[in-house]
């Protein structure tokens, strides 16, 4: 374990945003999280402007300029829960440094967590996927775009190999976080 994985004080709030690409995992990582920890959980999709959603569904790849209002969106979401002083998780693509900088910017509680998984198994996730406005068509661009975490990012990088039950416990372990159940 590095310096950047080192946990919080129990007595600040904790903020982790579930990211990766489209098909990863993110929602259900996230949720896991929050019915485990007893934090609030929201999907950072929400945040997403009509005009984005649109684009996506017709299979345009989001800009830079399409992104930033949308992180900017959850990164006031954050601040919100720093100031109540509340933990929480958000989903969120954060596919690039610069994205997961804007996050983390004057929010010293923001950590990520990067799940990953095997190109070919994100491509039979979003074809088999139902009820979302991401297209298949849209991941390679995703891919192309994502910078994982650097050395000195806070945060930690899973996979998503193994059940649902079997990835959350990793991320719990990741994230050097105990159940409020447990």
Known sequence: MTDRDV?????????VVVMGVSGCGKST????????LGWEFVEGDDFHPDTNVAKMRS???????DRWPWLE???????GKE???????VTCSALRRAYRDLLREGRPHVR???????PDI???????????????SLLASQLATLEPLADDEPGVTISNEGSAAQVLDRALVALARRPEHA
Do not use: C, N, Q
């Open 7 to 15: 946990r919080p004080d129990a007595h600040d709030p904790d903020v």
């Open 29 to 36: 990582v996230a949720k896991g999280l929050s019915e485990s």
């Open 59 to 65: 299979g345009t790849p989001l800009t830079d300029e």
């Open 73 to 79: 969106s959850i990164g006031e979401w954050i601040s």
């Open 83 to 89: 100031r109540a002083g509340e933990s929480a998780v």
């Open 112 to 118: 990520f967590l990067h799940v990953t998984a095997e």
């Open 122 to 136: 994100l491509f039979d996730r979003l074809r088999e996927r139902s009820g979302h406005y991401m297209p298949s």
